[in-house]
Structures are given as C-alpha cells and as structure tokens.
C-alpha cells in the first residue's frame, strides 16, 4: 500500500506526501502535529484498539478529527457471509471459529464510541452506510472479490488445489443466488465514525 501511495504520487506530480511504515499503536510521530487523521478499515485489525485511537488522538491538535471506517455486523456485509458460507459448505470438516473475526470488532456502534472516548477523544459521530458490490457474473466474485479480501486469503492460503476448487464452486454458487436484472448485487454495511480530539 506505502509503494502504490508513492508510485500513484510520483505519477500525479503531487508533492508535500510522505509516506511511512510504523506502528499504529506506537507512532513515530510527535503530539499535535496533524489536523485529521482516518483509519479505513484498518484499527479493526489492531490488537489493542484502544491504545491506537489513543495514538491518532495525541498526534492531532485540539480539535482534530479522527475518521474511522468498519464494518456492520457479518449479515449486514453479503460478501462477508458469502465467503463464509461457501468455505461451509465446501469445507463442512473444517472447524468454526470461535471468536468473532477482527473484521467485525467495531460492528456495534457503542462499541466504538466507548473505546474512541477511552481513548481520550471528546466527540464521536457515527452513521452507517451501505455500499454496493455489483459483478458481471457469479465468477468475478471469485476472480475480483475474493482476493481482495486479506481474511479470505488467509483461509485460501491453508487449502490444497482440490479444495480451493470446491471452495471456487460454492462461492460462484452463492453468488449466483445474488443475481439480481442480470449482475450480482452484494450490499455491504459500514459504520463512518467522526471522532473529535
């Protein structure tokens, strides 16, 4: 992501971009350095959310906007339950996890807003929003949405051939009961939480 950043910066002649890897629960940043600060999709995956809100709230100046985006619970997000159900059905040996995955960590509101005013921030706001996948076919769920997705890969990384393949069909058909006037429809639920320092 930090090459593509500087590769897409380089392209577009824009400058004043710096473009670092660190460690979002321990920045190499000083305090109130930063008007606004997002996360997308990504402090869901941070062992201790807590401390990493609390980061993104010291680097910014009083006043300072914090943006986070996560996602809803596992049936408000189609392509989420999708994948989840096709490995089911192809894989019916494979063990059901028993804790809820990373991606679904700030799947309820409240959640968010206690860890972001733990963290020290003064306000949040949050609004969820619905976006919607749309594919030409079942197979481009599989071909354009599944590697997308880190959670799915790491299950994918663990299968041999046959059973990827398995797991190939069932997704293509779970996906062809979403076809809706000729293309598949995958609504995805999302929560937008604006938090103020």
Known sequence: MIARLQANAARDKLSGIEAHVMDGQNLDLPDDSFDAAAS??????????VRGLSEM?????????????????????AVVSL??????????????PTDAPAIFSFADPARIEAEAREAGFSDVKTTSVTHMWRM???????TDLAPASPVFQHILDKLDDDERERVRLAVIAHASKAMRDGVVELPGEAHIAVLTA
């Not at 914090?66 to 619970?73: F, I, K, M, R, Y």
């Not at 030409?136 to 599989?142: A, N």
């Open 40 to 49: 997308v999709f990504g402090l869901i995956f941070f062992p201790d959310r």
């Open 136 to 142: 030409p076919t079942p197979e481009h769920v599989w």
């Open 57 to 77: 709230q010291r680097v910014l100046r009083p006043g300072g906007k914090a943006v986070l985006a996560t996602w809803s619970t596992p049936p408000r997000v």
């Open 83 to 96: 994948f989840s159900d096709a490995v089911r059905d192809a894989m019916p040996d494979m063990p059901t």
